[in-house]
């Protein structure tokens, strides 16, 4: 099973993580990464840059609409992710308990739909189509 690990922070993370030495922030999730990947775990992960160098496309109306922001609330922000490959909901929460992240911060854990779950409409050419490309850009 695959799980993503998004990265959450409330602004009481925010706030304190400006405190924080970033050497140290690297340093920290480079042992957990260094800890997923010898597990045999760890599939991707990335940090999201800060909020000012991204933008928002909205949908509401008819033509999607490119904006600086509004950005939603603190706590509805992700700061970057993991996804792993574990076998069991309960292994995922295992390893989303050993991130190096502190007060104010959260984790939401959510398992990747994968093609099993896609069973009753297995003929759905792009469904087919998805098989090849996964295995094309090595993200089986």
């Known amino acids: 099973m695959k799980y993503m690990l998004i990265m959450r922070a409330t602004a009481e993370a925010v706030e304190a993580y400006k405190d924080i030495d970033f050497e140290e922030v690297i340093n920290k999730m480079g042992a957990y990464n260094e800890s997923m990947m010898k597990a045999g775990v760890l599939l991707a992960g990335e940090g999201l840059s800060d909020t000012d160098q991204g933008f928002v496309v909205d949908f509401s109306s008819e033509k999607p609409a490119v904006t600086d922001g509004p950005y939603g609330e603190v706590h509805e922000l ?3 992710f993991w996804i792993i490959q574990v076998s069991s909901k309960e292994e995922a929460i295992e390893w989303a308990s050993r991130a190096p992240l502190g007060p104010g911060s959260k984790l939401e854990v959510r398992r990747v739909t994968e093609m099993e779950d896609f069973a009753d409409f297995a003929d759905n050419e ?4 998805e098989e090849g490309w996964r295995a094309e850009l090595g993200t089986d």
């Open 78 to 80: 992700f700061n970057g």
């Open 126 to 129: 792009y469904l087919k189509k």
